[in-house]
């Protein structure tokens, strides 16, 4: 397949802002644009090419690398993020509980931070070990946030996310999410938020208890100089490398 422009599949969450159409050309008639999800074979938001063909039809399986042979589908999916509002304390199952319950594959995932207000963080995992009792007292009495790991967060900082550990994003961020081709998520807590017509969004409390690792965050980073760039986070699924450029030059 000859090089083609992806068209990306804007979502309008509520928590989600104006950046991304405003700042970064993305659909104005999507109001919100809280994700754009800009490299998508997922039936919940596939790209497109200018002729509307669907990217995963039109990928032949030599335009997709023989790493993805292993997998029945492409295994990686890519977006914008733009939080306004946090988003919910959420979680995302293994490989293993997913595969087994016929939900696909799992999710496991990394954010890099492209723009953050003053004062923006991210929530990843406990700041503590806790129990699965612990976490559901919290939710009951709505202080959960105060068994999370906080961070404070600036541009061009990256944050490994592995399935099992419970996660938001915060107000003020803008992330570039990179991220196994899945969309299960267990909405364990929203603030008591409620959605566009007055009723509270859907919580996956179970679900979430059953999945999420109860050990306290140790934040997973790391940055090796390899001849692609600098790599960021690999796994089975993707690997993220950061490269500087200048002009049509890239300094390795």
């Known amino acids: 397949m000859e090089a083609e422009k992806l068209y990306p599949v804007c979502k309008n969450y509520i928590w989600g802002g104006e950046k991304l159409s405003e700042k970064y050309g993305k659909d104005k008639s999507v109001t919100p644009c809280a994700e754009s999800w800009e490299l998508s074979f997922h039936p919940d938001g596939p790209c497109r090419l200018e002729d509307n063909r669907l990217l995963k039809d ?26 306004k509002q946090d988003l919910s304390v959420q979680v995302h199952p293994s490989d293993k509980y997913a595969l087994t319950r016929g939900l696909g594959y799992g999710k496991t995932e990394m954010w890099y931070v492209v723009e953050a207000e ?15 009792e612990e976490v559901r007292a919290a939710v009951e009495n ?8 906080r961070i404070e967060v600036k541009p061009n900082e990256a944050y490994f996310i592995p399935a099992g550990t419970v996660h938001a994003i915060g107000a003020g961020c803008l ?8 969309n ?12 566009k017509n007055g009723n509270p969004r859907q919580l996956h409390v179970e679900q979430a208890l059953e ?7 140790k934040t997973q980073r790391q940055s090796v100089k390899t001849d692609d760039g600098t790599l960021i986070f690999a796994n089975r699924h993707f690997s993220a490398y950061a490269l500087k450029i200048n002009g049509s030059h890239i300094h390795r």
């Not at 299960?184 to 959605?195: E, K, M, N, P």
């Not at 999945?211 to 965050?217: R, T």
């Open 211 to 217: 999945v999420m690792n109860v050990k306290a965050e």
């Open 175 to 182: 992330i570039c999410e990179i991220q196994q081709n899945s």
């Open 142 to 149: 709505n202080t959960l946030q105060k068994l999370l790991h």
């Open 58 to 83: 039109a990928a032949a399986p030599s335009d997709l690398g023989k790493n993805c042979a292993g997998f029945p589908y492409f295994p990686m999916l890519i977006k914008f993020i733009d939080a």
């Open 184 to 195: 299960i998520t267990y909405r364990l807590y929203d603030y008591g938020r409620v959605d």
């Open 118 to 132: 003053p004062g923006a963080c991210l929530y990843v995992g406990f700041e503590n070990d806790v129990t699965a």
